[in-house]
């Protein structure tokens, strides 16, 4: 049974570029979260996808905006990075709905802007 | 405001030691508090959560929690830590849909 899977693992982009990320819920989950956690903090909550709708977003600016598909994946665009967006971007998912519910995280993407 | 605040961030036992991390939370809501471990070069992943009921709650590897609602905490403890608990720790509440997360703790233990 795969957890959760995202790509790529790393990646470095210059300012101005616009970025990518790709993420496969587990097996079974519907629900796809992304979080960015920057050096030496915890996970910051970016916003959250349910039956292809954003449905939650935390306090990023529009210029981080996703997708998510029919099989339940998921895109996470950066577009115009800054030096600030480097960062550890996170994917969880869960099946929505369940009473006890708990996040399964992928490893993360580690994107680099210089 | 909603935060998860957690005040040791880092923190340095010989094995054997006692280990009590402590977690404050600010939540208007009902309460869904969740401790995550990320060890060296692996995902996050579930340590313990407390929903409701007994507020004291264990979790894999021996690790246990209490939430004390009139102190708005939920420290993680662990009677005896091995070599193998080091990793990040981090202390989160569920809101609607997100995870508050705290800034975490990392935890070296000594051999």
């Known amino acids: 049974d795969a957890g959760v899977t995202q790509s790529p693992t790393h990646l470095i982009k210059t300012r101005g570029q616009q970025v990518t990320l790709r993420c496969s819920p587990k097996?079974?989950?519907?629900?796809v979260s992304w979080y960015q956690q920057a050096l030496g903090q915890g996970p910051q909550f970016i916003f959250q996808y349910y039956e292809e709708e954003e449905r939650q977003r935390g306090n990023f600016p529009d210029r981080f905006s996703g997708h998510q598909f029919p099989n339940y994946s998921s895109e996470l665009n950066v577009n115009a990075l800054l030096l600030g967006d480097s960062a550890l971007y996170l994917c969880a998912s869960t099946e929505d709905g369940r009473r006890d519910e708990k996040l399964f995280f992928g490893s993360g993407t580690q994107l680099s802007v210089l | 405001a909603q935060s998860v605040s957690q005040h040791n961030h880092h923190v340095i036992l010989s094995e054997a030691a006692s280990l009590e991390l402590g977690c404050n939370y600010s939540y208007g809501g009902t309460v869904n508090l969740f401790w995550y471990v990320q060890y060296p070069g692996q995902h996050l992943q579930l340590l313990l959560k407390?929903?409701?009921?007994?507020?004291l709650v264990k979790g894999i590897k021996g690790f246990e929690a209490e939430f004390i609602k009139s102190k708005f905490s939920f420290n993680l403890r662990k009677p005896s830590v091995q070599w193998s608990d080091t990793a990040e720790y981090f202390c989160a509440v569920r809101g609607t849909y997100k995870y508050i997360f705290g800034t975490g703790t990392r935890l070296k233990v000594l051999a």
């Open positions: 097996s079974g989950h519907d629900t």
């Open positions: 407390y929903f409701s009921g007994d507020p």
